[in-house]
């Protein structure tokens, strides 16, 4: 299980340095809302700029079309800005 002394973006960083994962994947594993899990990933982003390690984004993609240049990467897109379809993929967060 996970410590029981971390925070919950600290879990969260640990897990993402060893396992990439979607937002809902980090809501169902950390009992959060999928919104939560974005807001610490941003804060995780905004953390990491000094050290070493990075926080990678595989952006969101459309399953309709593969249109994957969404503006904020960060995000949990309803539909595809191209055709408009609302079968998109979540983006895909990892910290090395």
């Given amino acids: 299980m996970h410590g029981e002394r971390e925070t919950t973006r600290q879990q969260i960083a640990a897990h993402l340095r060893t396992t990439?994962?979607?937002p809902g994947t980090l809501a169902t594993e950390?009992?959060?809302r999928s919104s939560d899990a974005l807001s610490h990933v941003e804060h995780l982003a905004r953390s990491l700029r000094p050290t070493d390690e990075q926080l990678l984004v595989a952006p969101p993609e459309c399953?309709?079309?593969?249109?994957?240049?969404?503006?904020?990467l960060i995000n949990l897109p309803s539909r595809c800005p191209q055709c408009k379809s609302e079968n998109v993929d979540e983006p895909v967060f990892t910290i090395e």
């Fill in 20 to 22: 990439p994962s979607q």
């Fill in 30 to 32: 950390f009992d959060i």
């Fill in 63 to 72: 399953q309709a079309c593969g249109f994957d240049r969404f503006d904020d």
